[in-house]
């Protein structure tokens, strides 16, 4: 779908008919131009498709694995990422250039199958300007979270475990904010680490999706009593704004 500025629908298309694919996880590339790829793969497996604001094609790539999760940008190209099972699989990154042309792919195992220990569950994935990569999950219970910083080449540089009894259930969204803060949304506190994974602070709020605001502020979305609601505040805790869609789900 194509929404126009006031809501109106513009136009609708088939995934299949015009991408090649279906259900795809989508991304903003630029210059008004897309990047999708399928999230379940059919026979052949994934595909990268890059296309205008209109949905012309501009190039289509193959891309290995199973199951797509995430779909993200790093500097000068693009990072897949999902787990090749269910609990406590492996966890496949692939590294592309704008282009869609493979850098590198890579498994890591930051869970054990055989004893059900370590991360349980890939929950989010992002890149900071410098290309170092930070991903999220979760373990069994009690539900501590845990974060892996990798590195531009696909190294790891730590994977660390977060004990605060405030932090639970995984950090369920990560942003990066001026590339020495990590950002991540628990169930009910966001944890702000620096980039060696130390926490510097613990603001409470209600389980939500971040992005890093341009300013280097955070901006936050989530539900609550039926409404949607999206702040601004600082890496201080400080609420610069907010504003409050009522009953959205009505």
Known sequence: FRLSATGTVDWTQSQQSVLGITQPV???????????M????????????????NLNILWSKPVG?????????????????YQTGSDYSPVVIIKTDLNGD?????????????TSTGMRFLLDIVSDNLGNIYLSGVEDIPYRPELVKISPSGDVIFQK??????????FGSLA???NNRIV????????????????????EQPAANLHAAADGNLLIGYTEN?????????????????HTSDIAWN
């Not at 989508?26 to 999708?36: R, S, V, W």
């Not at 399928?38 to 498709?49: H, I």
């Not at 991540?184 to 130390?198: K, N, R």
């Open 65 to 81: 694995g199973s199951v797509v999760n995430f779909l993200r940008p790093t500097p000068g190209g693009y990072l897949v990422a």
């Open 161 to 170: 475990v977060y004990a605060q009894p405030n932090l639970i259930y995984g």
């Open 26 to 36: 989508m991304l903003p590339a630029g210059q008004d131009e897309l990047l999708f």
């Open 226 to 242: 039926s409404n949607l609601h999206i702040r601004k505040i600082t890496l201080d805790g400080v609420e610069l704004w907010k």
């Open 38 to 53: 399928n999230r379940w793969y059919a026979v052949g497996g994934g595909r990268l498709v890059k296309t205008d604001a």
């Open 176 to 178: 990066v904010v001026n």
């Open 102 to 114: 493979l850098i590198w792919q890579k498994t890591f195992s930051f869970g054990n199958e055989q």
């Open 184 to 203: 991540g949304s628990s169930s009910s506190y966001l944890a702000v680490l620096d980039s060696t994974g130390a926490l510097v602070n613990a603001i």
